[in-house]
């Protein structure tokens, strides 16, 4: 390994700024020095270079690696930077913030930025939930009227599973009752309390000895993937006629408009699957399939609420590291009303979903669901790690006595006086740049867009899936197993031509597309093209 950097080799100047007394690495120096000081099981490498890149710099939706090399990225960085990578707005505002107050005492001596924010997140929540009269408020289902939701009230966290984790805690504090439900492919994080509510074996399985087993897991009912089983029933479309002339008159279904793709002719794909402006009407048909789907599931959670004592239902409205998978319409409703009826907490886990992904704030309101709690993460902020559980005020009082001077439930950087700027920021980005439209209009470009790749033969099938700017790209061999060695071959293809894609799903045979709402439909069909060239390329070796 060459010697390098630190302190000795003199600070070269570079376009975005290297840091002083840190000289620039290489790739592979960086790497090197990876394998020989972070734990091992952290940055997976591969020995012949193709994975992983070293990140130096980004913006928008570019990244550019230590060799100056330039990438579209279609994951947002796990879909953080969702108003572009370093947004200038957002970045200005932490800067500022650093140089005034880089550090408070997070239950002790807070700081306002704190304050405005949590209004703010009340405001965006169960405050906006209230006016709009699309959406019934939780009680309304069941005593036929609207109940005042009120405001929300905030706790403020650091990654995504410890706002997960405070939602547990609400939930037992409020409820006295310590079981929850969660879904089969959930993925709420990795600490303990929200390792006990993720399902992937991988996972869990190593620290099983230490978990305490809370949780407890239900199907996630998914559409469209009849295809699965050689079944077409589960095929729909949400796109309305205009809206398809519209997009072809825009190209982007490519060469010829297909709906259609498999390798073997006895597996048939439908190739769309939601669509990025749903709204509570568009969503009120269900397949026989759908239906059938979501009314096993309610037994299976009637039976447990009967047997337990549950305190609340945990859920992702779409589930993504699981392999955007995609609920019926009448999936959360479904929910809504079992937690009203069995007085437990319906806690939505919108860390991935919210922010505008799904084509709306929050992906709930696709289907007119008010959660109890509301955990949200990545996407707050734009790339600092600030997290919040948001609830319903009553909730929240209800569970959490005022503090005696000891918080019951903090930590040392609880609501962070830079993410708290920067979160402000990027709020106020998202909503003055109308960023959440864009991602329902850019998702049906998107999601048209993507079964353009369909025409050639190639011994695998896929089948594309989606709302907003949030789609999945699932692929299986022609025997119906899941393409995973190839999904990682096609992944790493992409990389080489400098397209920032991740595998996603229990077996990472879902191609997942998670970009800045940013982006460009020029810079998705360059995407989509590339795609569908890598997948037709592909060949058994
Ligand atoms: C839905 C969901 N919840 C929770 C988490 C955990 O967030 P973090 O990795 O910031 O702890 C993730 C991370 O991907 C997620 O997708």
Redo the contacts with the bound molecule.
């Keep these: 390994m060459d010697e390098p950097f630190e302190g000795k080799s003199p600070c070269r100047p570079c376009a975005s700024g290297c840091i002083r007394g840190f000289g620039m690495m290489t790739s592979r120096q960086t790497l090197d020095l990876l394998r020989s000081y972070e734990s091992r099981n952290v940055t997976f490498t591969e020995a012949d270079g193709s994975w992983p890149i070293v990140w130096e710099r980004a913006r928008g939706v570019y990244v550019w690696d230590a060799e100056g090399k330039e990438y579209l990225d279609l994951t947002a960085a ?1 879909g953080v930077a969702a108003a572009g990578h370093a947004n200038p707005r957002v970045v200005r505002a932490g800067q500022t913030q650093m140089a005034r107050l880089l550090h408070a005492m997070g239950d002790v001596h807070p700081h306002a930025l704190k304050a405005r924010l949590a209004r703010e997140l009340s405001r965006i929540t169960f405050e906006r939930w209230r006016e709009e009269s699309r959406v019934q408020s939780p009680k309304s289902k069941v005593n036929g009227r609207r109940a005042a939701a009120g405001t929300g009230k905030t706790i403020f966290c650091n ?3 410890e706002a ?1 984790e405070a939602a547990l805690k609400t939930a037992m504090l409020a409820t006295g009752k310590p079981g929850v439900i969660a879904f089969e492919g959930a ?3 990795l600490g303990y309390g929200a390792l006990n509510v993720t399902q992937r074996a991988h996972f869990r399985a190593p620290f099983r000895g230490q978990l305490r087993e809370f949780g407890h897991f239900v199907p996630f009912p998914k559409v469209g993937q009849a295809w699965q089983k050689g079944n077409r029933a589960g095929a729909r479309t949400f796109l309305s006629a205009a809206r398809r002339k519209d997009l072809r008159a825009k190209g982007a279904f490519g060469a010829g408009e297909r709906t259609v793709v498999a390798a073997d002719k006895n597996v048939r794909a439908p190739a769309l699957v939601g669509h990025s402006s749903l709204d509570a009407g568009e969503l009120g048909e269900c397949s026989l399939a759908e239906a059938k789907a979501v009314d096993a599931v309610e037994s299976q959670i009637r039976r447990l609420l009967l047997r337990e004592r549950i305190g609340a239902i945990l859920v ?1 409205p779409i589930q ?2 699981g392999g955007v998978n995609i609920p019926p319409p009448a999936f959360l409703p479904m929910l809504r009303r079992l937690c009203d009826e069995h007085k437990a907490l319906l806690i939505l ?1 919108e ?2 979903t919210g922010f505008g992904r799904t084509g709306r704030w929050f992906a709930c309101e696709h289907s007119g669901t008010v959660p109890d709690l509301i ?1 949200l ?2 996407a707050l902020t734009g790339g600092f790690p600030l ?1 919040a559980c948001v609830g319903r005020a009553d909730v929240m009082d209800a569970a959490w006595p005022p503090s005696s001077g000891e918080a019951i439930h903090t930590s040392t950087f609880l609501g962070h006086p830079v993410g708290c700027a920067m979160a402000l920021a990027q709020i106020r980005e998202i909503g003055a740049r109308k960023l959440v439209q864009r991602s329902a209009e850019l998702g049906g470009f998107l999601l048209s867009a993507l079964p353009s790749m369909l025409s050639q033969p190639s011994p695998l099938c896929w089948v594309s899936r989606g709302v907003g700017l949030l789609a999945g790209v699932e692929v299986r061999l022609a025997d119906g197993s899941p393409a995973t060695a190839a999904v990682l071959r096609i992944v790493k293809a992409l990389l080489r031509r400098g397209f920032i894609l991740l595998p996603e799903g229990q077996y990472s045979n879902v191609i997942g597309f998670t970009p800045p709402l940013t982006i460009s439909e020029e810079q998705l069909r360059a995407a989509v093209i590339a795609l569908g060239a890598e997948l037709h390329r592909y060949r058994v070796k």
């Design positions: 796990f990654s995504g599973f997960v993925y709420h994080g992702e993504v590291r886990d860390i991935y955990c993460g990545k997290s």
